[in-house]
């Protein structure tokens, strides 16, 4: 790996953040979260109130045991428009819009960074050997290592399904760009140079909001002057300290975001998370499409002083029509299909709750033994049955950096693991890509 692959995962994350280091009029975020308070007030005497439900059981039982310390940097950190990096999480109030689906990744569980069980631990340059008190030592089945699939009962029937894009250029405006800066309480013209949209100074005196010129015109809003990390001029350290703001209150502030840009929260299905020893609390709105999430969420962080940070895809989702769609048994046949590369996107569920440690290195006293001639040579091979498939929407970007939502197969193995495939059939896939 070269330097900055070695880097640590959430100094890398850092680093990418165009808006670090920026510093919202005064008192914006106190009036958010007024009016979401009042929102919700209002809703609420009027027998309406948002379709909350605490999954905070659920979400302690599925709490992950497995994360390995080189892996987890323990906070959140927004990453743009792809969400949010996370550790061990704790509550989770989901707004349930119509019960969606999960998300479907098309990326292996490595390169998407997040689940709903956690951070992902990044791939090693070999075989990561892993244990616990009730599982002995095993090799984790990266989705690029050597997996042997079975399945049985699966469907041989093919069919159509819908398919999406991101349309960032219709909504790479001034007047958008305006109404998002107007939103969050940063003042200032829109600007468009060097291939971004920005508002607000970018010298970290006040809220700043910027506007990539991608597939879903990813955004990023940021008020360092009230975010928990930002230390006082002339401090080296600071520890954050304060209340956690609430479940409720972290949501109903990402409602009244979305609906200040005309967007319907009744499309979305709204989650929140923080983690063990946190200051501040996240809220996702996931776009729910046919029944199904999509993985392209809208994430704000809120502190006890307000929310200081926000992103998301501001480019609108358009219908593409019905794409031709394989059937469970081919697509179940393209996770053995180089082509394809069969992606882990979910742990199994043993290494999810079990509490796994690495294995103790204890140093050697001599070298290994020579190979005894006609040995066999390890090359190990995982068994993975496939008990269930579903059929879902998972985000697909283009060499020229749009972005379709195309129908993907999950297929869930017998251990609680994930794996996903792209379900369009060859004819509409173009395997010369430029």
């Known amino acids: 790996?070269?330097?900055?692959?070695?880097?640590?995962?959430?100094?890398?994350?850092?680093?990418?953040?165009?808006?670090?280091?920026v510093e919202a009029r005064d008192g914006f975020a106190d009036e958010v979260v007024a009016r979401a308070a009042a929102d919700t007030s209002a809703d609420s005497s009027a027998g309406s109130a948002a379709p909350v439900t605490d999954l905070g059981a659920?979400?302690?039982?599925?709490?992950?045991?497995?994360?390995?310390?080189?892996?987890?940097?323990?906070?959140?950190?927004?990453?743009?428009?792809?969400?949010?990096?996370?550790?061990?999480?704790?509550?989770?109030?989901?707004?349930?819009?119509?019960?969606?689906?999960?998300?479907?990744?098309?990326?292996?569980?490595a390169d998407a960074g997040i689940t709903e069980q956690g951070m992902m631990p990044e791939p090693s340059t070999g075989d990561l050997r892993m244990s616990s008190p009730d599982m002995g030592g095993m090799i984790y089945p990266y989705g690029g290592g050597r997996n042997q699939f079975s399945a049985s009962g699966l469907s041989t029937s093919e069919g159509t399904a819908a398919a999406y894009g991101f349309d960032a250029r219709a909504a790479s405006a001034a007047g958008t760009i305006a109404g998002l800066a107007a939103a969050l309480g940063v003042e200032g013209t829109p600007e468009l140079a060097n291939g971004l949209w920005t508002a607000g100074p970018q010298d970290g005196t006040a809220p700043s909001l910027g506007v990539s010129l991608d597939?879903?015109?990813?955004?990023?809003?940021?008020?360092?002057?009230?975010?928990?990390?930002?230390?006082?001029?002339?401090?080296?350290?600071?520890?954050?300290?304060?209340?956690?703001?609430?479940?409720?209150?972290?949501?109903?502030?990402?409602?009244?975001?979305?609906?200040?840009?005309?967007?319907?929260p009744a499309g979305y299905e709204f989650t929140s998370e923080t983690w063990d020893g946190a200051v501040t609390r996240s809220a996702q709105a996931w776009p729910v499409v046919d029944g199904q999430r999509i993985d392209q969420a809208w994430t704000v962080e809120l502190s006890n002083d307000g929310m200081f940070s926000a992103s998301g895809a501001l480019a609108e989702l358009v219908p593409l029509g019905d794409?031709?769609?394989?059937?469970?048994?081919?697509?179940?046949?393209?996770?053995?299909?180089?082509?394809?590369?069969?992606?882990?996107?979910?742990?199994?569920?043993?290494?999810?709750?079990?509490?796994?440690?690495?294995?103790?290195?204890?140093?050697?006293?001599?070298?290994?033994?020579?190979?005894?001639?006609?040995?066999?040579v390890s090359w190990t091979v995982n068994d993975v049955e496939i008990v269930e498939a579903r059929l879902g929407l998972a985000s697909q970007?283009?060499?020229?950096?749009?972005?379709?939502?195309?129908?993907?197969y999950e297929f869930t193995d017998g251990d609680g693991g994930t794996w996903s495939v792209i379900a369009v059939a060859d004819a509409k896939l173009d395997f010369a890509g430029e």
């Open 1 to 21: 790996m070269n330097d900055d692959e070695q880097r640590d995962p959430l100094d890398r994350l850092r680093a990418a953040d165009p808006a670090a280091g």
């Open 58 to 109: 659920e979400r302690a039982r599925r709490r992950p045991g497995w994360l390995l310390a080189a892996a987890v940097a323990a906070s959140l950190v927004v990453v743009g428009a792809a969400g949010y990096g996370i550790g061990s999480t704790t509550g989770g109030a989901t707004n349930l819009a119509d019960g969606a689906a999960p998300p479907v990744s098309l990326q292996s569980g």
């Open 323 to 376: 794409y031709p769609v394989v059937s469970e048994q081919e697509a179940f046949d393209r996770l053995s299909d180089p082509r394809f590369g069969a992606q882990m996107t979910t742990l199994p569920i043993d290494l999810r709750d079990a509490p796994v440690t690495t294995d103790e290195w204890v140093p050697p006293t001599e070298p290994p033994a020579a190979p005894t001639p006609g040995a066999a």
């Open 397 to 408: 970007w283009q060499p020229d950096g749009s972005v379709v939502v195309v129908p993907a």
């Open 215 to 264: 597939g879903t015109l990813g955004f990023w809003y940021s008020d360092p002057r009230i975010a928990p990390w930002q230390c006082a001029d002339g401090a080296e350290t600071c520890e954050p300290s304060g209340d956690i703001p609430s479940e409720q209150v972290a949501i109903d502030a990402l409602r009244s975001l979305l609906a200040s840009t005309g967007r319907d």
